[in-house]
């Protein structure tokens, strides 16, 4: 069961969320305001819990634990800077259940504000140390690779699971592992334990993203923040969409929709059904959660912990949310 996972560390995410307030205060008022709008608007905060919970779980104590949140926030902050970015590149309209911050501002004003949050966590994380910084720009260079690993594969029915693999391992993966390797660092453990919490946050990572493309298609806006069928009609090609193209009966279509530049949101709706009506959404389901157990086996040599028993209940909550 997923459990109440982030109950232990309630205090350290606040924490974090107040370093993320000070640190993103500008003089200002619509940089401020703009920084807000996309700060505010987030969920269970997954990177800095992931750093603060692996930073806790590898013996951790009060003396650095200010190091760890720093951290944690800058994560965010970069993160926040990247799903600006991501909007603008994909013309996305949601985020959240908000409007994208280009749609709400402007794209001039947007841009300027992601590379504004790019700096401010960089910034925060130049007072931690060279290992540290080297674990998120290696991370943030991955999500570019990731990017355009994905942009190779748009509207390309020949793509399979092993590309798909790939490209949220850059895009999505990479991101929270670097998040437990730092907590794992900051903790001071040895370089089998940071590999032992990177392992495990990678494959939850990997868990994270099929659920969360299995809800482009098996979602609604109401839960997921975001319209449902977006992947369809932006041509990205995720899990849901490959299984389905591969079903013998109902593949071609969905091939057809998937590859045509003009597809809408009511064709999408068509692909939906489609994928709904083949075995796709058991099959990424099933993945998922074989991803799932294998990253919790990575924790297996970590001392039993509160901490180590969320980081548990985090991945089985990764996969059995509903937004």
């Known amino acids: 069961m997923a459990g109440n996972w982030h109950d232990c560390i309630s205090s350290d995410l606040d924490r974090v969320d107040s370093v993320i307030r000070e640190v993103t205060l500008s003089e200002n008022p619509e ?6 709008y996309v700060l505010s ?16 779980a590898c013996g951790g104590d009060d003396g650095n634990l200010h190091r760890s949140i720093d951290v944690a926030a800058a994560i965010e902050i970069i993160h926040n800077a990247t799903l600006i970015h991501d909007d ?6 949601l985020r959240r259940g908000a409007k994208a911050l280009y749609r709400e501002y402007t794209i001039g004003k947007s841009i300027v504000v ?3 949050l790019f700096a401010l966590g960089f910034r925060l994380l130049g007072s931690t140390s060279n290992e540290v910084v080297d674990y998120v720009i290696d991370a943030a260079s991955g999500l570019a690779a990731g990017e355009f690993d994905q942009k190779q594969y748009e509207r390309n029915e020949s793509v399979g699971e092993s590309e798909y693999m790939k490209i949220i391992g850059g895009k999505t993966a990479r991101l929270i592992e ?14 089998e334990t940071i590999d032992c919490v990177g392992d495990f946050a990678y494959k939850a990572g990997m868990a994270f993203q099929i659920i969360d493309d299995v809800l482009d298609v098996a979602g609604d806006v109401g839960s997921t923040g975001k319209k449902v069928g977006n992947d369809i009609v932006e041509g990205k090609p995720t899990l849901p969409i490959i299984m389905g193209m591969q079903d013998p009966e109902a ?18 709706a068509e692909a939906i059904a489609l994928i709904k009506s083949t075995d796709s959404i058991s099959r990424c389901r099933a993945v998922a959660e074989s991803i799932a157990d294998e990253a919790k086996h990575h924790l297996d040599p970590l001392p039993d912990s509160e901490y180590k028993t969320a980081m548990c209940q985090l991945v089985d909550f990764f996969v059995s949310r509903d937004r």
């Open 31 to 36: 940089l401020t305001e703009m920084c807000d």
């Open 41 to 56: 608007n987030h969920g269970k905060r997954i990177r800095p819990a992931i750093c603060v919970l692996s930073y806790h």
């Open 88 to 93: 603008i590149n994909d013309q996305g309209e």
């Open 114 to 116: 992601g590379d504004y």
């Open 178 to 191: 670097c998040a437990a390797k730092c907590g794992a660092f900051i903790a001071s453990a040895d370089a």
């Open 251 to 268: 593949g071609p279509r969905i091939a057809e929709i998937f590859e045509d530049p003009s597809s809408d949101y009511a064709e999408a």
